[in-house]
């Protein structure tokens, strides 16, 4: 029947397909500011502040968080290390121009070697991701030497990517080799081991394209059957195994080895990310090697699947095409009329899909099935900021391949940072306008207080008091000069010292007065004598107690001093507000309404490049479902072909038998 080479066109374009993608993204962990996070202690605590937001998942905050303690240089000794993450952050908002700045100032600033390497690394990474190929080559290298650990598998399974999406599978397979040696002196992971042999086994199958006994075919297609029969351990090495044993299966079929790709596509596991394909490349082989009753075994199994795989959608006339080659046309007619029905079903649910996608729906529901806020989404950090959940939209299963695709996350991710970015700047405006009501509140509080803070400003006469010290300290410095401990009496001290005073005189009066009039001279000279020790002892006191008493007095005098001079301060502080206060709530004033302006001009931009990004996700979406529905017409001919063929065989059948008089 002439339904087979158009369905083997089908499954080439699948195999190409495989093909094609077979080079895999590197294993790495999807934080582009790992980067920036080395191990070591964290000494700055506001650099821990830092990192508690990126670790949270809030890009957004660590960022605004860092550049604020970067302002301020309060990241100290952790600010090569800041930078780094800066540049990070700012690559996972797509700002790869201000990233590269980031990147150029570490370098002339001769920051540490490996925070330059890593540096140029994640810049690398995400500029692949995002598509500038010669940008990234370019990163990779400004990298001096080998990076640490795990990060050296990526780097060369990077470059290697990167020059197998230029075309120059030779260099790859150059790079693959040297990473895959299993003389080398490091080891790599087993998963980086494992991607380095499928990618360079890929590379060199493109450098032996359609020659399969070129050298490079067939050293490509050894390593695939080695990493298809590898054991696995976890699921990546599972989906690696998977993928090369697709592409050798497919490989050996345009080869037209049915047997060799047979075995291949056995190893694939029935429930995977390729076991649509391996399904369909089985069949195929079983019908090459003349059973197509084993073939329709696994093409019974494919077509039970969803509809919006492409190979689920050959098996519906796949399976029709095997029954007619075991004669069972009947049974065949009814799946191809089957076939037709559901082609049809299936291009109208596109029809709706496609007019609910033009009418918004869709980027209405991916919002709303993926919240954007901090927490959610940033996590992960913007640059990987993946679609979680289908839309709940007519028909959403037909969008399941688009949101996988690497172009289609690129722009949602777009959407997803201009509505978080939305988000800010309303909140923004709304605080600039408590920001206004404070300063006003301010204002107001300063003219009230200003008078009152006037008058006791007034009622302290600092000249007066600084003169009262100065004549403190000329006191104490004469009385130290005359060693002059009276001058440091306290006052019982000093009230003994006038009762001294006071006897004296009335001793002094009463040996000059008549001796019938008061006491005898021997008595008042017992009395002096008395006085004398008493005064004597007391003299002695104030001489013991003076060095400890003018260090007290010095120190009353430190302090006033310093006590003055912080009045004298606050007395210039208080002149400077007076003149100042006013001046810089103006400053203020115009401050909040510049940024509310810059706010103003903004919302309007970000409005419009949201509603583009929605539009270009429309179309994105639009696109694939008509290639969709594009695919759905080839099928719906081909088996509308097939059904006309038997028909017209059982025509002639029975035209044949009208003739001879015998059943054919």
């Known amino acids: 029947m002439p339904l087979l080479p158009p369905v083997r066109r089908a499954a080439c374009a699948i195999a190409m397909l495989a093909m094609v993608s077979a080079h895999a993204q590197t294993p790495t962990r999807s934080d582009a500011t790992d ?7 964290v000494k700055a605590p506001h650099h821990g502040d830092v990192l508690f937001h990126v670790f949270q998942g809030k890009s957004f905050s660590a960022l605004s968080a860092l550049m604020v303690s970067q302002h301020f240089a309060r990241l100290a000794p952790h600010d090569d290390e800041a930078e780094v ?3 990070g952050l700012l690559l996972s908002y797509g700002l790869h121009e201000e990233a590269r700045e980031v990147f150029a100032r570490l370098i002339e600033s001769q920051a540490p070697l490996r925070v330059r390497d890593r540096a140029w690394f994640f810049l690398a990474r995400l500029q692949q991701q995002r598509g500038h190929l010669v940008e990234a080559e370019s990163s990779l290298t400004r990298i001096g030497s080998p990076l640490v650990g795990a990060l050296e598998d990526e780097h060369q399974l990077l470059r290697a990517q990167l020059r197998l999406a230029q075309g120059d599978a030779a260099g790859a397979a150059t790079v693959l080799e040297a990473l895959a040696d299993p003389k080398a002196p490091r080891k790599p992971a087993p998963a980086a081991l494992m991607l380095a042999r499928f990618n360079l086994a890929v590379a060199l199958l493109r450098q032996g394209a359609g020659q399969p006994e070129h050298e490079a075919t067939v050293r490509g297609t050894a390593l695939l059957e080695q990493v298809g029969a590898t054991p696995s351990a976890d699921e ?3 989906a690696i195994r998977d993928r090369a044993n697709v592409a050798l299966g497919f490989a ?6 049915p047997r060799e790709a047979r075995a291949a596509l056995q190893r694939v596991r029935l429930e995977g990310a390729q076991s649509n394909k391996a399904l369909l490349g089985h069949g195929w082989a079983a019908s090459e090697l003349n059973d197509p009753q084993l073939a329709l075994v696994a093409w019974t199994e494919l077509a039970s699947r969803d509809l919006t795989d492409a190979a689920v959608l050959e098996a519906q006339i796949a399976v029709p095409y095997a029954m007619s080659e075991i004669g069972a046309y009947a049974q065949a007619l009814d799946r191809y009329r089957l076939a037709v029905a559901q082609f049809a079903r299936e291009h109208q649910a596109l029809v709706e899909s496609i007019a609910a996608i033009r009418s918004g729906a869709l980027v209405q529901a991916l919002v709303e099935n993926n919240p954007d806020d901090d ?3 940033d996590a992960g950090l913007a640059a990987f900021a993946r679609i979680d959940r289908l839309p709940s939209m007519p028909h959403s299963s037909h969008l399941r391949p688009l949101l996988a695709d690497h172009p289609f996350q690129e722009t949602y991710k777009h959407l997803r940072d201009l509505r978080f970015l939305a988000v800010q700047l309303g909140g923004w405006q709304d605080k600039l306008g408590t920001y206004g009501a404070m300063l ?3 204002r107001a509080a300063f003219a009230v207080r200003l008078p009152k803070v006037r008058e006791s400003a007034g009622a302290v006469n600092l000249p007066a008091l600084d003169s009262r010290r100065a004549a403190l300290a000329a006191e104490l410095a004469e009385a130290e000069r005359q060693a002059d401990g ?15 005073r006071r006897s004296r005189s009335v001793l002094a009066a009463a040996a000059t007065a008549p001796s019938d009039a008061g006491l005898a001279p021997a008595e008042v000279a017992q009395l002096a004598e008395r006085l004398r020790r008493a005064e004597g002892a007391l003299t002695w006191q104030l001489a013991q107690r003076a060095p400890e008493r003018g260090w007290s007095v010095k120190k009353g005098l430190r302090d006033s001093a310093r006590e003055l001079d912080e009045a004298r301060t606050r007395d210039a502080a208080l002149l400077r507000a007076q003149a100042e206060e006013p001046a810089r709530h103006e400053r203020f004033a115009a401050r909040i309404a510049a940024l509310g302006e810059r706010i103003r001009a903004l919302q309007p931009q970000v409005a419009a490049l949201e509603a583009e990004s929605g539009q270009t996700l429309a179309a994105l979406a639009v696109a694939e479902l008509q290639g969709q529905q594009e695919r759905l017409r080839v099928y719906t001919a081909q088996a509308q072909l097939a059904i006309a063929q038997i028909l017209d065989r059982a025509q002639l059948a029975q035209r044949s038998e009208r003739l001879t008089g015998t059943p054919r």
């Not at 050996?252 to 080895?257: D, E, G, N, T, V």
């Open 252 to 257: 050996a079929l345009q080869s037209r080895k």
């Open 35 to 41: 980067a920036a996070l080395p191990a070591v202690a």
């Open 236 to 238: 990546e090495q599972r």
């Open 440 to 442: 006003e509140e301010r």
């Open 375 to 377: 927490n959610a989404a």
């Open 85 to 87: 993450l800066r540049g």
């Open 486 to 500: 009276v001058a440091l009496a306290d006052a019982a001290e000093q009230a003994l010292l006038e009762r001294l």
